[in-house]
């Protein structure tokens, strides 16, 4: 078990709509971190917050965001969700942003019918 | 532009011998290495790391080695064991970077009995 929480496991929806993933991250962390993998990129980087703000940018979509609140859980926001958003979304946290290594929660699954 | 790579997407190694996994980076600014373990269904677990003022760091079974010249990195698992069968992700990050990780495309280790 990392100490990392993300919610839901699972998410069906379909194109068109808005859906937004959560993540708690381990406690004392204060850098949260989302990656996508999908079955022909890999696991890539999204975006990464540090202690509620913004740190980096990843190849992240206009129609994705994400935040991080006070308590430091963040979400990540999908919009007009099209077929190929499928993939696993993980979240990750670290205690600073500085060579630390990243604690990866279970994921969630998205399915776009 | 793959900047890290592993090239061998699959290894088997009986038990009790030593399983060494290999990865290749391109860019030269990458200066902190990560091996991650994942199971199916589960998160990327965090193995061992190194940062690139060092060559090799160890921890138990875990041995990571850093050749800068080369831009190589191995993990070498001694003995190895059946729960070691999973996928195996090196990844590396910079400072410059904000830390964000840069995946491998992963190596199925599998250990035969």
């Known amino acids: 078990d990392s100490g990392v929480t993300q919610t839901p496991k699972h998410l069906i929806t379909a194109t068109g709509q808005r859906v937004t993933l959560r993540c708690s991250p381990r406690?004392?962390?204060?850098?949260v971190y989302w990656y996508q993998q999908s079955l022909d990129q890999g696991l890539q980087f999204l975006i990464q917050y540090y202690n509620g703000e913004e740190r980096a940018k990843g190849n992240i979509l206009e129609r994705f965001s994400a935040q991080q609140f006070p308590d430091l859980h963040s979400e990540l926001n999908l919009s007009s969700l099209e077929l190929g958003d499928s993939a696993l979304y993980f979240c990750?946290?670290?205690?600073?942003?500085?060579?630390?290594?990243?604690?990866f929660g279970d994921g969630t699954r998205l399915s776009i019918l | 532009d793959q900047q890290v790579k592993q090239n061998s997407p699959s290894l088997s190694v009986q038990e009790g011998r030593i399983s060494i996994l290999n990865c290749d980076y391109t860019n030269s600014m990458f200066d902190y290495f990560l091996w991650y373990k994942k199971y199916p269904a589960e998160g990327p677990t965090f193995l061992i790391s190194?940062?690139?003022?060092?060559d090799k760091n160890e921890d138990g079974r875990f041995t990571v080695f850093l050749n800068k010249s080369a831009k190589h990195l191995s993990l070498h698992i001694v003995p190895s064991q059946p729960g070691d069968s999973a996928v195996y992700f090196c990844a590396a990050s910079t400072i410059q970077g904000a830390q964000k990780l840069v995946f491998g495309q992963g190596t199925r280790l599998t250990i035969n009995p």
């Open positions: 990750a946290s670290s205690v600073t942003g500085t060579n630390q290594p990243q604690h």
């Open positions: 406690s004392g962390d204060l850098s």
């Open positions: 190194i940062s690139s003022i060092k």
